[in-house]
């Protein structure tokens, strides 16, 4: 008897942290979009030689994973969209089966011009092309966010259980795994598990919910006990997305698996521990204003002292153009003369600046402007007179880089943003943070390369798109009560889990018939 077909699993998804704080605007080119073959070559773990590879048929369809900033452009969703739809009908149309599971490979806190909640609705535009029966897994980011109407459109969901994200490629794969396992039951047609979903009413940045500390170090390491629990297939907690304004913007906890009783008792234990530690998340370093940072930075005898400009992270979403800080550095005495305390400072924009410093070369002294062609809120271009350092060319994210030494500032100015999280970062443009007295970086936790190498760390308290003062931000559409924007709760909230309906059954249903999902009604039916 010949073998059965393999399964046909496809996989699609846009991924884009995305500020809606920020007046810069996303276009379709910074998905730097993977297609076809090239989607199945990006993950290793779903490779032929591999247990999962040999699995299922992976067909890439098309993901875009663009780097965190301002909102993105109606058209450059329809357009990336649209080729998913058209790449999806083609995967479909070629299988005599079909396609039988779909990852969707997304971030969870992308927002487009005009639309709201939009993982949502672009999956519900791909169960039209791949219908009601397909199963579908997503993995996401932990500071991502979990509508009902998106925990309803998914069979399986999970995300990242470390803050700095260094189970990235894990999840992703256990994503797969999970995916695979269910399109591999004998039962047909395949029994959907249950997803008990809980709204936790916590809008906190991930500056004050990283792993490496408590209380979010021991209730993530809840998480693995509560999947490994008879019954459960996954657990997950959403810190949520805490720079953009969408009645979305909430932490969530997510618990699939098999048994009732089982995922709405660990779904709302969970719930539960993430409230009653609300007042105990504080940021994950010492913080001040930029000048309390420096005026430690140089009493301190650690080196090299690290300093993260926050409120313009790029890898947050804000511009990454914000001079206000830079303009306060390279104003103090202490860095105006080449023999003062060495500082790097990671970076600025200045595509312009960029080009007269190519021109010029290396060893060249030019007077450059630079940043706020994007973000001109808090301060405008900033003119600098130094010596070119270094020039570097052909950066996925930067285009061409170079270094500007001003006094004893060493000013990385960029064609466009780039985040600067490891060592070669530094090292490929002949700085040596290791030695600098001061690095200062648009960053808001450190990730861990730079972890490792800071001797001390402060977090500056910065304006810009992901301005860690949330309440100063100004958000209109989150649901309140929120903590922290609110401190009284009355009631406290109810964390008892909604248990949301199987994929194949249309959502308008679950929203006008609610009472057919309660709990009661679920047991009747498992």
């Known amino acids: 008897m010949p073998p059965l077909p393999l399964p046909v699993i496809a996989i699609a998804g846009l991924a884009c942290e995305t500020s809606s704080f920020s007046p810069a605007r996303t276009l379709a080119p910074a998905f730097h979009p993977r297609r076809g073959p090239q989607v199945v070559d990006e993950y290793p773990f779903i490779h032929r030689e591999t247990p999962l590879g040999r699995a299922a048929n992976w067909q890439g369809a098309l993901i875009g994973h ?225 000048a309390d940072c420096l005026e430690k930075a140089l009493s301190s005898s650690a080196r090299p002292f690290f300093v993260s400009d926050s409120g313009d992270n790029p890898t947050a979403g804000g511009a990454g153009d914000v001079t206000w800080s830079l303009i306060q550095i390279l104003a103090r005495s202490e860095f105006q003369n080449k023999v003062g305390p060495t500082v790097i400072y990671a970076s600025i924009p200045g595509p312009q600046a960029v080009d007269e410093m190519v021109a010029a070369g290396i060893g060249a002294t030019v007077t450059v402007t630079a940043g706020a062609e994007v973000d001109d809120l808090h301060s405008g271009p900033i003119t600098m007179a130094g010596q070119v350092h270094a020039i570097r060319s052909r950066d996925r994210d930067a285009v061409v880089e170079g270094v500007l030494r001003v006094g004893s500032v060493f000013v990385i100015i960029t064609k466009l943003r780039k985040p600067y999280h490891h060592e070669h970062d530094f090292t490929a443009l002949d700085l040596q943070p290791r030695s600098a007295a001061i690095v200062i970086i648009k960053i808001g936790y450190l990730e861990p390369e730079l972890f490792d190498m800071a001797a001390d760390w402060m977090l500056a308290l910065t304006p810009g798109g992901v301005d860690q003062d949330l309440v100063r931000l100004g958000h209109r559409r989150i649901g309140r009560p929120m903590w922290p924007f609110d401190k009284e709760f009355q009631p406290e909230p109810d964390l008892a889990p909604l248990l949301i309906p199987m994929s194949n059954k249309p959502f308008r249903v679950y929203m006008e018939e609610p009472e057919k999902y309660s709990r009661s009604a679920w047991a009747e039916v498992v």
């Open 66 to 290: 663009a780097l965190p900033g301002g909102i993105v452009t109606k058209a450059a969703f329809e357009e990336l969209a649209g080729e998913i739809l058209s790449r999806l009908s083609e995967i479909q149309t070629q299988s005599e089966a079909g396609i039988q599971g779909l990852w969707f490979d997304i971030h969870g806190a992308m927002c487009v011009e005009g639309m709201d909640d939009i993982e949502a609705e672009l999956l519900r535009r791909i169960r039209t092309v791949v219908g009601p029966d397909a199963i579908v897994s997503a993995s996401m980011d932990l500071h991502g966010n979990v509508s009902q109407q998106l925990a309803h459109q998914v069979d399986l969901i999970t995300c990242y259980r470390m803050a700095p994200h260094e189970d990235e490629m894990e999840t992703k794969e256990r994503a797969c795994r999970n995916l695979v396992q269910l399109l591999a039951t004998e039962a047909r047609p395949i029994r959907r598990p249950l997803k008990a979903w809980v709204r936790v009413p916590i809008l906190l940045p991930g500056e004050q919910t990283s792993t490496r500390l408590q209380p979010a170090k021991g209730l993530y390491a809840l998480v693995p006990e509560v999947e490994a629990t008879l019954g459960v297939l996954d657990a997950a907690i959403w810190v949520g997305y805490a720079w953009a304004d969408e009645p979305r913007n909430h932490a969530v906890v997510l618990v699939t698996g098999w048994d009732l009783d089982v995922v709405t008792k660990c779904a709302e234990m969970l719930a539960q521990f993430f409230w009653d530690a609300r007042e105990k998340f504080h940021f994950v370093a010492p913080t001040g204003s930029l």
